[in-house]
């Protein structure tokens, strides 16, 4: 069935909707949740959301927001945290560790992950310990280590970065005659509830 220029130059039905805080996002006819465009009878068929934004574009409807910068999360606060080793004061995990949390929500405009340094005296350990929720970095800065992440053992130093994903068992050891010293990243932000003591270590 054919379709007049006079059709083709109108713009499809609109109605305005704020999805996911977005502002003037408009929804039109044929634009599916999902994120597609199926424009019956006008020749473009099953769209992209960027192809869908063009062909509107082109066409000079109503302006559509780029699909990609609509979904991008507000800047809610522009500060700047600038947090010194100095003035972090120490406190000891469930694990048994010393830590200086550098960054994290409790102090910061952080709010998804945190940073703190660890320190660790020679011929001492972490407790055995798993994080359900987090996934953790350790990036060695002083002294050597023994790392245990389930049943796999690697000695580690300075410059070397351990991946830990949550629900690993994992324990690090001082093995050199200094302590041992690592920043530590959390994601989702450390929490002492998200640490699980296990005694069944391998």
């Known amino acids: 069935m054919g379709t007049s220029s006079a059709e083709m130059s109108a713009p499809a039905t609109l109605q305005s909707a ?3 805080g977005v502002s003037d996002f408009p929804i039109i006819a044929g634009f599916t949740p999902s994120g597609h465009a199926s424009l019956a009878g006008q020749g473009v068929g099953d769209l992209l ?3 869908a934004h063009h062909f509107w574009q082109r066409h000079q409807w109503q302006k559509v927001p780029d699909p990609f910068r609509a979904s991008a999360p507000a800047r809610h606060n522009t500060r700047m945290d600038v947090i010194n080793i ?3 004061p120490p406190f000891t995990t469930k694990d048994g560790s010393e830590i200086r949390e550098l960054l994290a929500h409790r102090n910061s405009v952080i ?4 940073l703190a340094e660890a320190r660790i005296p020679p011929g001492e350990a972490t407790a055995p310990h798993y ?3 987090a996934e953790e970095i350790y990036y060695l800065l002083a002294g050597r280590g023994r790392m245990q992440i389930e049943g796999e053992i690697r000695e580690v130093g300075p410059g070397d970065a351990i991946a830990i994903p949550p629900g690993q068992r ?3 050891t001082t093995i050199s005659d200094e302590p041992l010293r690592f920043l530590c990243c959390c994601a989702p932000c450390y929490e002492h509830a998200d640490t699980v003591m ?3 270590w391998p």
């Open 18 to 20: 704020s999805p996911a």
């Open 49 to 51: 959301p960027l192809e």
């Open 86 to 88: 100095a003035d972090a």
């Open 111 to 114: 709010r998804n992950q945190s």
């Open 131 to 133: 994080h359900p929720e």
């Open 170 to 172: 994992h324990q690090i």
């Open 198 to 200: 296990v005694d069944n």
